[in-house]
């Protein structure tokens, strides 16, 4: 059966760009993937009709070849065949496996890095750590330089990190030369699992630091000078690079994490920058008006004037009273809300004075008057 031409079998056009061809690749790699395909006899056969063309396609020259000449461009000593072509092909379920290892390789290297087993020779990074710190809303809206005392793992300071003892050299690992990695066939699958012998390090040590027993580190309390920024809010992030836990055998350091809480205020609550306080006036004062004396953030106080009828749940703003913005811009504002409140435990005298108030008070409250006229307007059309 003469073969289908590689265009075809990725699903590309001639004018595919090398991303493309790649792309197309990849779709029938996922499609022909022998788990996906128990059941068809033909999906192996497929899958190294589809390698070979990519094969071919992803290089520039044998490309440039194939466009010219076609298949037989790989044929009769025109040059540059390797796999694809006749004398080329496949042969058996070894090569099967082996292409589909080289299909695994070229899909993931770039997720990889380019850095597929080699990655073991150099010393594991430290892992990040997190730091959770509570705060009070006087110190969000400040600032503040505070100590923590972080549990990590620092660099063994009798081996200098490097998990050997004083004057020995970590050796290469001789179950995978060095690479960190050791691969295994299975099936139509190479499996790659991280070296037993010297889990991943590329490097065994025949004489361990007895202080830290080859790690390279030791376990420590450490004390830090932190700078929180004035304006932070629960959920901030501070990162402090390097400050986390040591890598292994010299490896670098991980990262900080410092996770901020900000505690309820018995006075304010937040919103964002802005600020909310409510304030309870008699029902003199907003009837009446008045001035009333209200606490800032800040420690300080400030009048704010009451006018005269002022009803529950009014809001007045004090701008710039509010928190301060985390990266500069300003600050935020403060909401006075009027939580007009009614006398309680009232003596015989009050009552006869208020009853004699309301009396005289029809004309006073528009609101009461507005909402019971629609009442009556409501069961008037009820009963029709």
Known sequence: MSKRDYYVVLGVAKSASADEIKKGFRTKAKELHPDRNADNPDAEAQFKEANEAYDVLKDPEKKSAYDRYGH?????????????????GFQGQGDFASAFSDVFDDLFGDFMGGQRGGAGQRAARGSDLRYNLRISLEEAFAGLQKTINVPTSVACGECSGTGAESGAEPQMCPTCS??????????????????????????????????CHGAGRVEKDRSLSVNIP??????????????????????????????????????????????HCRVPVSMTTASLGGDVEVPTIDGGRTRVK?????????????????????????????????????????????????KEFDALSEENNPESSSFFTKVKSFWDDMTG
Do not use: W
């Open 178 to 211: 060095g690479m960190g990695k050791v691969r295994a066939q299975q099936g139509f699958f190479t499996v790659e699992r991280t070296c037993p012998t010297c889990q991943g390090m590329g490097q065994t040590i025949k004489n361990p630091c007895k202080t």
């Open 72 to 88: 037989a461009a790989f044929e009769g000593g025109m040059g540059g065949g390797g796999r694809p072509g006749s004398g080329g």
């Open 306 to 354: 009451i006018p005269a009828g002022s009803q529950n749940g009014r809001q007045m703003r004090l701008r710039g009273k509010g928190m301060p913005a985390l990266r500069g811009g300003g600050a935020g504002d403060m909401y006075i809300e009027l939580g007009v409140e009614t006398p309680v435990k009232l003596t015989s005298k009050q009552k006869e004075l208020l």
């Open 230 to 275: 004035a304006g932070v809010e629960t959920g901030t992030r501070i990162r402090l690079a390097g400050e986390g836990e040591a890598g292994m055998r010299g490896g670098p350091s991980g990262d900080l994490y410092i996770f901020i809480e900000v505690a309820e205020h018995a006075l304010f609550d937040r919103e964002s920058i802005h600020l």
